[in-house]
Each structure stands twice: as structure tokens, then as C-alpha cells.
């Protein structure tokens, strides 16, 4: 499968302990986004990477919330001490800018990684 | 303030009913306007991309349009394999093109 991959697809933890997600992209995009998902809602920006330099980080991402991208591969998402509110499935989405001068919009989502906070 | 709004939020036809999809936004400026098609337990699947007023793409049963102001996706004789959420998202003139602003999405569920 040459696909986005998202480890763990699901999570339950405690409030209070720590959570890593693991995205690795399509191969030749140099582009990498994570999203953040609740039930009934579309889902938000938190933040992005092109190759290893992350760009832009939502008002979303707290201090508790870490992303890296080392080398400009895989890509980790980590949250520190989880609240309940941090319920939600994580998504990552990639997309190569290919050097064109209008881009797509077109971003390939992983399935995710959903999180319970007990 | 920027705002992307779906309606309905839901919608159930029967196979081979007609209907349409609304997506308003209220955004400063509009870099590119796109659908989604997502099903239960899974990411988003990437359906158009529309870039300004007049513009319409169309994909098997699905017809994307633009005005000004919102979008509508048109499904055609709808099967039960087109339910799903169907999300609109818009990017901002001032915003990278990977940072999406999505409604809430309308659930679409198609009966035999």
C-alpha cells in the first residue's frame, strides 16, 4: 500500500500520561499536515511541515501538543499530560507541491488515529 | 469573521433521487474551494477543487459548481455506495494551500 499510514489507529490512555501518533507519508510528497477531528465536526488544521521545517502551527496546538518531521520523513505527534478534551481522531494528510504555480488543494488523508482520553 | 457552513447536515435518499448539497463561506479572500468525500472510520477522500465563479467539475454521479458566495454539489441518481459526509473546505488567499477550512460536513445516506 503506497498510501498514507497512521500508527495506532485507535488509543485509550488516562488523563495525565502521554501520547505519541506516527504518520508516514506518500513516499515523494514533501508536504505533511495533521489534522485534528471530533464527531460531527470537519476537521481542523494543527499543523504543517515542508521536507523537515515545520511551517505554520495552529492557535489549536497547545504547549502539551509537539509535532516533528525528522529528516522530512515520518512524522510524530505527540500530546503531553491528555485531558479529556483531547478526545478526537488525528489525522495526517500529505501532499507534494510539485513545482507548479497553483496548487491543488488535493491533500491525501491517512484513516487516522483516534484517541480516547479516560 | 471566516466561516465555511454545510447544509442540510443530513440527507437521506432514496437510489436514484436527485438532490443537492450547500456549502456558504464567508472568507476575506478565496484561494481554491474543494470537496471531500469521508466515510465512517476513515480520512477524508479528495473529490474537486474549484477556483473561482462559474466554474464546475463533474466526477460519475457528482457535479461540483461555484458562485461568489457558496457551492453546491450536485449527486445525480445517487447509489447506495455514494453515502458518506461530504465536506466543503475553502483555502485563503493568505493561507498555504494544504490549510484547509472545512464546514462541518452534510451525512449523506442513500437507500435501495
Known amino acids: 500500500d503506497t498510501g498514507v499510514s497512521q500508527d495506532p489507529r485507535h488509543k485509550i490512555t488516562k488523563r495525565g500520561q502521554n501520547v505519541t501518533f506516527r504518520c508516514d507519508p506518500i513516499s515523494e510528497h514533501n508536504r505533511l499536515y495533521w489534522y485534528r477531528q471530533t464527531l460531527g465536526q470537519g476537521p481542523e488544521f494543527l499543523t504543517y511541515f515542508q521536507n523537515e521545517a515545520q511551517l505554520e502551527k495552529s492557535r489549536l496546538l497547545s504547549d502539551r501538543f509537539s509535532a516533528e518531521r525528522p529528516k522530512g520523513s515520518f512524522s510524530t505527534l505527540e500530546i503531553q499530560r491528555t485531558e479529556q478534551g483531547d478526545s478526537a481522531m488525528y489525522l495526517c494528510?500529505?501532499?507534494?507541491?510539485?513545482?507548479?504555480?497553483?496548487?491543488?488543494?488535493?491533500?491525501?488523508f491517512g484513516e487516522g488515529s483516534r484517541l480516547t482520553v479516560l | 469573521e471566516d466561516q465555511v457552513t454545510q447544509s442540510p447536515e443530513a440527507l437521506r435518499l432514496q437510489e436514484g433521487e436527485s438532490s443537492s448539497l450547500n456549502c456558504s463561506y464567508t472568507?476575506?479572500?478565496?484561494?481554491?474551494l474543494f470537496w471531500y468525500r469521508q466515510d465512517p472510520g476513515k480520512g477524508p477522500e479528495f473529490l474537486f477543487t474549484?477556483?473561482?465563479a462559474g466554474e464546475e467539475k463533474e466526477k460519475e454521479r457528482l457535479k461540483a459548481t461555484l458562485t461568489k458566495k457558496e457551492s453546491f454539489l450536485h449527486i445525480t441518481a445517487p447509489k447506495p455506495e455514494d453515502s458518506a459526509t461530504y465536506l466543503c473546505?475553502?483555502?485563503?488567499?493568505?493561507?498555504?494551500?494544504?490549510?484547509?477550512?472545512f464546514g462541518a460536513g452534510t451525512q449523506v445516506v442513500v437507500t435501495p
Open positions: 473546505a475553502v483555502v485563503m488567499t493568505t493561507d498555504s494551500w494544504g490549510k484547509l477550512q
Open positions: 474549484l477556483y473561482s
Open positions: 494528510a500529505t501532499s507534494n507541491t510539485g513545482g507548479r504555480g497553483r496548487g491543488t488543494g488535493e491533500l491525501f
Open positions: 472568507v476575506s479572500g478565496l484561494r481554491g
